[in-house]
């Protein structure tokens, strides 16, 4: 009997964590409630730009991962990166935790020649193609 209390708290308290474990399903994803600037006329399916009074909007493609779509929007000056947003991400906190540090590698480095995120290899990757397909874009 003395050892059945033990057992059983310790048999809980191991079994709390896969109780609160959350799973990522592949295939959700969460946009950001940020629409594009200005509609564009002349929109292409490797992505869309257009020019506002901040500079000029171009997306990236919608890359398919194994996480979920990732797409970027990217505002230039001229030929510098002033701002990196997310279109699409995969609803993930791995991802959801990279993304800041993604955008602000992107801002210092000003190309898609930036380092992976630890954990979310993945989505860095998708991330980095569908930045390049802006920068390609954009000089287009």
Same mark, same amino acid.
């Given at each position: 009997?003395? +050892?059945?209390?033990?057992?059983?708290?310790?048999s809980i308290a191991g079994l709390v964590p896969v109780w609160r474990y959350e799973p990522s399903v592949g295939g959700t994803t969460? !946009? !950001?409630?940020?629409?594009?600037?200005?509609?564009?006329?002349?929109?292409?399916? *490797?992505?869309?730009? *257009?020019s506002s009074a901040s500079g000029k909007v171009v997306k990236g493609t919608t890359v398919n991962t194994d996480k979920g779509p990732?797409?970027?929007?990217? !505002?230039?000056?001229?030929? +510098?990166?002033?701002?990196?947003?997310?279109?699409?991400?995969?609803?993930?906190?791995?991802?959801?935790?990279?993304?800041?540090?993604?955008? =602000?590698?992107?801002?210092? =480095?000003?190309? =898609?020649?930036?380092?992976?995120?630890?954990?979310? !290899?993945?989505?860095?990757?998708?991330?980095?193609?569908?930045?390049?397909?802006?920068?390609?874009?954009?000089?287009?």
């Amino acid at each position: 009997m003395k +050892r059945a209390i033990p057992v059983v708290v310790l048999s809980i308290a191991g079994l709390v964590p896969v109780w609160r474990y959350e799973p990522s399903v592949g295939g959700t994803t969460s !946009t !950001t409630a940020e629409p594009a600037v200005t509609p564009s006329s002349s929109a292409s399916p *490797s992505g869309s730009g *257009s020019s506002s009074a901040s500079g000029k909007v171009v997306k990236g493609t919608t890359v398919n991962t194994d996480k979920g779509p990732v797409q970027v929007q990217v !505002t230039f000056e001229g030929d +510098r990166i002033t701002a990196v947003s997310m279109l699409q991400q995969p609803n993930h906190p791995q991802t959801t935790a990279a993304v800041p540090k993604l955008i =602000a590698e992107t801002l210092k =480095a000003q190309s =898609a020649d930036i380092d992976a995120v630890s954990g979310a !290899t993945v989505t860095s990757e998708g991330y980095k193609q569908s930045l390049q397909a802006a920068i390609d874009a954009k000089g287009a």
